[in-house]
């Protein structure tokens, strides 16, 4: 005799107007005790899911799991259903169809010996977490919060319809703190329908394809799982299930189920693979496929405190169920002490709320959608059996906690296939884009917020560059392998580029100082610009490789003022007299009496333009203060 259990699909054959399968090419059960019937032992005679006891009745029925039994003298296989005796056919030893029990009536069906069984309660031991020094408890997380001071979330609760571009260009704190809507309307997202299941994910995609499972107890991932044995899993009444799992990386992109999730209309205006990616480099291409995801929990479900990969933002709608969220800020002090316990052993040993200044609480129910901004620290506890999608998306305006947060990732040393796919790659395609629209539109384009964002990622760009330069081969390898030549021909001339744009856009002139890591510029030579260095206020650009504007003509006049007296406050000992010279200067200050030489330098360029010509004039006044042969320089 031959038991086994197939799995059927959710939807019968018949209704799908297909013919069905046969057991033997219908995928399996996990359970140990199922045969091999791919090897050709069932034999069906009408290759459709029939047996040979089956009625009228039993075929209007579908069964998700089928179990089959073989007769011992004929080898035609049964289902247990139609020819059993409404025992369990594991408890079987030899079987027997009607037929050949008619036939001889000496074939018996018999039963196993039963097993002796204590009736005393055994504690099941998790040895492999047990060996590793990890928990086998998954109630423990839990625990730790017990007696912590947690407070409720302030965050903003919005429509959906308020959230957009003009919301985050108004705003200054925009997308600075998470953002909750109660009601998917107006978000102009689309998701499955409610009464979606867990089933349906497995149908859609394919109960073989294999899933990453994270055991809760040990917050590691739990081998040997497939998309088909978690939904058995997930059907299992919560008090047979021996541990907690759970699913959060799921990516859905070119299945079937892409087609019914669309994320929010204000995520897909900023998301970098969207708007940046070349559309000719996705489909069969590889591209960060992270705006899809599947996340599945069941009751009693823990997800660590973490920081979503390159501090991506992301959205997150329950589609059933319900999750609890803990958050803590991510001021420069939080992300320190997270770096310091993400994986130490304090990760461990100690609760991540204890280190830091606030934890901050959001319960999220049916229905509901959040937006989870960049660098947010946050663990999630999932009271009951619960659907989400979701998706995470890197965007402009908050680059630098976005390269903080990769920063802390090497720190920690986490893994390559839990960082970002293809970050750098993206970054270079974002900066590739940002440089031609500044070409294009030198002033006035951008908005102050974006600007900051684009000078963050040109320093980043730039550091990529610096790598490239003077990095071990192994270091310049991997940066060159991440930049896309099919957009980027020269790397670190963009990068620089990029910055020196940017800072021009942002209101420095070329020769300022006074914005971040100006400082660091190379020169042919490869070596620092010292501090203070003098240029003419004409450069068109203070870094290697890059290749200025060529100009049709460019002329140049100084023009020297007439001395004058006037009273002014002489320069003191403290930093208050740079505030008083930095503002607006006339001839009415109180002071004592100075002697003032001006010089007026005008540079007037001019060049042509494919539409007409361009023509830069730049002005600067320099004045000369002289008290008792004392002197200072101010230029405005």
């Not at 059993?84 to 039963?111: E, F, H, L, M, S």
């Not at 497939?226 to 799992?245: N, Q, V």
């Not at 929010?264 to 000719?280: A, H, M, Y």
């Amino acid at each position: 005799m031959a038991r086994g259990q197939r799995r059927s699909t959710r939807t019968t054959a018949a209704a799908a107007g297909s013919k069905p399968k046969s057991p033997e090419s219908s995928p399996l059960s996990t359970r140990s005790n199922t045969p091999d019937v791919t090897s050709g032992q069932p034999t069906i005679n009408d290759e459709s899911l029939d047996c040979p006891a089956c009625t009228p009745e039993s075929r209007e029925h579908n069964y998700r799991k089928e179990s089959w039994i073989e007769c011992d003298s004929c080898k035609t296989w049964y289902h247990w259903r139609c020819a059993g005796n409404g025992g369990d056919v594991n408890n079987i030893a030899k079987w027997y169809c009607q037929p050949c029990i008619g036939a001889d009536q000496t074939r018996k069906i018999t039963v196993k010996t039963p097993a002796r069984k204590s009736s005393r309660k055994k504690t099941q031991r998790d040895y492999a977490n047990l060996n590793s020094g990890l928990g086998s408890d998954p109630n423990r997380w839990m625990r730790l919060l017990e007696g912590k001071e947690i407070r409720d979330a302030p965050f903003k609760h919005m429509e959906g319809s308020e959230i957009n571009l003009e919301w985050l260009e108004d705003d200054d704190e925009a997308m600075l703190a998470p953002i909750i809507v109660e009601r998917p309307e107006g978000l102009g997202m689309k998701m499955p329908p409610k009464d979606f299941t867990v089933d349906d994910v497995a149908d859609l995609i394919g109960e073989s394809t294999p899933l990453e499972v994270i055991d809760v107890a040990s917050q590691t991932t739990a081998p040997g799982w497939t998309l088909g044995k978690w939904a058995d899993y997930f059907e299992t009444e919560p008090s047979k299930r021996e541990k907690i799992f759970n699913v959060i990386s799921l990516e859905v992109s070119g299945t079937k189920i892409s087609d019914m999730v669309l994320p929010p209309k204000f995520v897909r205006d900023l998301d970098w693979v969207e708007n940046f990616w070349p559309s000719t480099r996705k489909g069969s291409h590889m591209y960060p496929k992270v705006q899809l995801y599947c996340l599945m929990g069941v009751a009693r479900a823990w997800t660590d405190w973490h920081i979503d990969f390159a501090g991506s933002s992301v959205y997150y709608h329950i589609l059933q169920g319900s999750k609890v969220f803990y958050f803590i800020k991510p001021t420069t002090a939080n992300l320190a002490a997270y770096e310091r316990w993400s994986g130490s052993e304090l990760q461990y040993q100690s609760w991540l709320g204890d280190l830091v200044d606030e934890v901050f609480k959001v319960v999220l129910t049916q229905g509901n959608t959040m937006i989870i901004p960049a660098g947010w620290i946050h663990a999630v506890y999932t009271p009951v059996d619960t659907l989400v999608f979701g998706g995470n998306f890197l965007h402009t305006y908050n680059v630098s906690t976005q390269i903080r947060v990769r920063n802390i990732e090497i720190a920690t040393q986490v893994p390559k296939k839990f960082r970002f796919p293809m970050f750098s790659r993206l970054c270079w395609y974002v900066g590739d884009k940002y440089l031609r629209d500044l070409k294009a539109h030198s002033t006035g384009f951008f908005s102050p917020r974006i600007l900051a964002g684009i000078q963050a990622l040109a320093d980043f760009l730039v550091s990529e560059a610096r790598a490239l330069e003077q990095g071990s081969e192994q270091v310049k390898k991997e940066v060159r392998d991440q930049i896309p030549v099919d957009r980027v021909k020269d790397g670190p001339a963009v990068a620089r580029e990029l910055r020196w744009r940017a800072r021009l856009a942002a209101g420095y002139s070329s020769d300022d100082e006074s914005s971040k890591d100006v400082t660091n510029i190379f020169p042919s030579n490869g070596a620092k610009r010292k501090r203070g260095q003098s240029e003419d206020f004409t450069a068109e650009a203070p870094f290697k490789n890059f290749k200025p504007k060529v100009w049709d003509a460019l002329s140049k006049t100084s023009e020297e003022g007439a001395r004058r007296k006037t009273t002014g406050s002489k320069p003191t000992g403290g930093e208050e007299w740079m505030e008083r010279w930095l503002g607006d200067v006339d001839d009415t200050q109180d002071g004592e009496e100075a002697s003032v030489q001006s010089r007026r330098d005008v540079v007037v360029k001019v060049r042509r333009t494919g539409k007409g010509l361009e023509r830069q004039r730049i002005e600067r006044v320099v004045e000369d203060w002289e008290w008792k042969e004392e002197a200072g320089r101010i230029s405005e």
